[in-house]
């Protein structure tokens, strides 16, 4: 089986049970891997009465058939779930080493169910798992976690993903860590590993992953990194990470300023990641074969913070603009306390700014917050929410359960800033049109990795050959509604091959790379037929856990259009937008539901 | 009267509009970089032709065609085929596009571009209203 290893490894936490299982090929090769794979296995044991945090919720941990080879930025892997945040579909993946490190271990992925009696940890090393005791390791923060289970097995190079005490707590904003700060953050599957009582997996191995053509697959994987030379987007990453595009986020109108209700403010130009380079960058850090290098290691010495990851743009969006702090230490350290922790910097930030916006008007007193006046632009408030959210301590207790739970308890969930209970990431749907239909259809909520409408339409396209070429942002069309489709079902096809999307070499790389690795012997409108496949069985899941069309929807707030900045007066026309999708996923105008083969 | 693009009198006239723009003042009131633009052949176009212009603080000055780089060093170097200029100055490509897609191809300091994108989006703003006569 190219591109796969072919096995899973198969664990029963109920019984300390573990099996492998033969990865099943007629799925690989319909679904692809990662969060399409996942979907498609868990699509026949995930029904509404699945309890996200009872032992019979499956978590799913998942790599791609390029994870672990020559292929650039090829380093990442899926965790999948029911979301005990959003109560449907539940995905998350991120980059690093883990995800080729469970390949060099022999295998495709890690099928957990059931609930262990006591806290454990799971080893993988060279085909071998076993379950041991975490003992005192619950409670340990997410580094101090990853460097006791290297010493555990006595080998550096172990690579961990495991939970921090928001996941131990089965706070629904808790994600999975790896390689040191790097997350599976989004929908709260932190939560259900903690469930579980798992803390954490370990792999280790020396394994290689069989290819269809090696020689070949070195030639186009080799040609690929040549792309990456000149490659303007890419450069821009190296030098100044995600943190580089504040600037031109913030004249765009696509930054998120005070819960979405400025357009602009002129003191969010300080969290630029220019500065964040000239002023705190301690260096630059990769995923697996990755030559970008956009992570970011920095420190803050306001607050004594000489070794953080991160922060990202949507750290500084999360935790700078969206909550009116445009000082980039006080950024870094509420960054840094939400990985020690393990939580999504995204949901927590977009709670707490609902959390500011209820102080503000009144919604909200320090009867209710424990004596806590909970303000705009208070970093040291921001600090303690986080840490009283991982602990579920206090008012944190109410904030550990996401943006829309608040809202409802407010009495004002026009309010909410999330789709389908998954709040919004730090791009303004009024100042990408596409990026609503992005967030209405994402299988997992609102989430920008499901259809980055922002990249397209900046420019950053080779993608002519599958019908993708950047347009007017603010075009509130049909027809953007069909591109918006069709990038979603690229990026779910890349969320599948689990790639990173900062990785864009063009269809014919793309596909001869796959090809390549597979012996497939796909054609390039192939990788379109895979992606539009994979957003369906998500969809069908999500029908299964109670969606319906009319779930299909962008939250009142960003439905009304800002006054100021560079998206001042735009707001997307859902229903024109949401026509032109459907159309392009061919779904039903009347149900939503996906029609066609399936696979199934 | 259309003043012909690339030209000694266009970047001299591009020049001249930078000084009199009260929004390309403020929006590049931090910007510090000279630039030449580099117009290559294509079917529409046969020659290479580079065109100088000293931007700092909202200002332009010393702008004037060269005739070739040995003549003058400068912070950035945009270059793009004569056409994609065209769609640029003709707002057909918007220029955060053009160097995203690698249309436009910029060598220079990311930090200052990154920086105040706004600046390079009230220089094309004010290019685009110049009366340009590209030759066809």
Redesign the interface.
């Known amino acids: 089986m190219n591109g796969y290893l072919g096995k899973l490894l198969r664990v029963d936490l109920n019984q300390s049970r573990l099996w492998d299982e033969a990865l099943n090929e007629d799925y690989a090769r319909n679904y692809v891997g990662g969060s399409g794979l996942a979907a498609r296995y868990l699509y026949n044991i995930l029904d509404a009465n699945t309890d996200p945090l009872g032992p019979e919720n499956p978590l799913f941990f998942l790599t791609g058939p390029l994870v672990g080879t020559s292929m650039t930025s090829a380093g990442r892997y899926s965790v999948c779930a029911r979301s005990p945040l959003t109560g449907i579909w539940g995905e998350a993946n991120s980059g690093g080493f883990f995800g080729p490190e469970l390949r060099y271990a022999g295998y495709d992925g890690v099928l957990i169910t059931g609930k262990a009696e006591q806290p454990v940890w799971l080893s993988i090393v060279e085909g071998q798992a076993a379950l041991h005791t975490a003992g005192d390791l619950w409670g340990s923060d997410i580094y101090a976690t990853q460097t006791r289970l290297r010493e555990a097995l006595g080998d550096p190079k172990v690579r961990v993903a495991c939970i921090g005490l928001a996941g131990e707590n089965m706070v629904k904003l808790a994600g999975i860590a790896n390689d040191h700060g790097r997350f599976s953050a989004r929908t709260g599957l932190g939560a259900v590993m903690g469930s579980k009582n798992l803390k954490a997996i370990a792999a280790r191995g020396t394994g290689k992953v069989p290819l269809y053509a090696p020689e070949e697959f070195r030639a186009v994987t080799n040609q690929i990194l040549a792309l990456y030379k000149?490659?303007?987007?890419a450069?821009?990453l190296r030098?100044?990470g995600t943190a580089?595009y504040v600037?031109?986020s913030h004249?765009l109108g696509d930054l998120p300023i005070r819960y979405f209700q400025l357009g602009e403010y002129a003191p969010a130009?300080n969290l630029?990641?220019?500065?964040l380079?000239?002023k705190y960058l301690t260096r630059n850090t990769a995923c697996h074969k990755c030559v970008i290098a956009c992570g970011r290691e920095t420190r803050s010495p306001t607050y004594n913070d000489s070794k953080v990851d991160g922060p990202e743009y949507e750290t500084v969006g999360a935790l700078g603009s969206l909550l009116m702090i445009f000082d980039l230490e006080a950024v870094i350290h509420a960054g840094h306390l939400c990985n020690l922790y393990g939580m999504d910097i995204i949901s927590m930030g977009v709670t707490i700014g609902l959390a500011c916006e209820l102080f503000e008007r009144g919604l909200l007193t320090t009867a209710d917050t424990g004596g806590l006046e909970i303000r705009y632009g208070d970093a040291e408030t921001v600090f303690r929410l986080i840490e009283l959210t991982a602990r579920c301590e206090g008012f944190g207790a109410v904030l550990a359960e996401g943006n829309a739970a608040l809202a409802e308890r407010a009495g004002v969930p026009e309010l909410s800033a999330t789709v389908n209970r998954l709040e919004v990431p730090m791009h303004e749907p009024r100042a990408y049109l596409g990026m609503a239909v992005t967030y209405a259809l994402s299988p997992r909520g609102a989430c920008h990795m499901e259809g980055d409408m922002f990249s397209l339409?900046?420019?950053?396209?080779?993608l002519e050959e599958v019908s993708l070429e950047?347009g007017d942002r603010h075009d509130n069309t049909i027809e953007k509604g069909r591109t918006a489709a069709r990038l979603q079902a690229w990026r779910n096809l890349y969320n599948s091959l689990t790639l990173c999307q900062f990785e864009n070499p063009g269809v014919r790389p793309l596909l001869a790379a796959i090809n390549a690795a597979t012996g497939w012997g796909l054609e390039a409108e192939d990788l379109m037929t895979l992606g539009k496949r994979i957003v369906n069985i998500k969809r069908l899941m999500n029908f299964k856990l109670g969606l319906t069309k009319a779930n299909d929807r962008l939250p009142d707030l960003l439905l009304k259009p800002l006054k100021e900045g560079g998206s001042a007066g735009y707001v997307p026309d859902i229903p024109t937008l949401l026509a032109g999708a459907y159309a392009e996923f061919g779904w039903d105008p009347e149900s939503g539901r996906p029609l066609g083969d399936l696979h199934l | 009267m259309a003043v012909k693009f690339p030209s000694d009198e266009w970047i001299k006239e591009l020049s001249a509009q930078l000084n009199a723009s009260e929004s390309y003042a403020q929006a590049a009131a931090t910007w510090e970089g000279d630039n030449i633009f580099v117009i290559l052949p294509d079917a529409d176009y046969p020659d290479t032709t580079y065109l100088y212009i000293n931007l700092q603080h909202g200002k332009a000055s010393d702008a004037r065609q060269l005739s070739s780089l040995d003549e003058q060093k400068a912070l950035f170097n945009t270059s793009a085929p004569f056409n994609t200029w065209r769609k640029v100055l003709e707002g057909r490509l918007?220029p955060?596009?053009?160097?995203?897609?690698?249309?436009l191809?910029?060598v220079g300091s990311?930090?200052q571009v990154?920086?105040?994108?706004?600046a390079t989006?009230e220089m094309v703003k004010v290019a685009a209203q110049i009366d340009t006569d590209f030759g066809s």
Do not use: C, H, W
Request: net charge negative; glycine share 12%; charged share 25%.
């Open positions: 000149e490659d303007f987007p450069q821009s030098a100044y580089g600037n031109l004249m130009d630029s990641g220019v500065d380079a000239e339409d900046l420019g950053q396209s080779n950047p | 918007d955060i596009q053009g160097m995203f897609s690698g249309k191809k910029l990311l930090a990154q920086r105040t994108p706004k989006y």
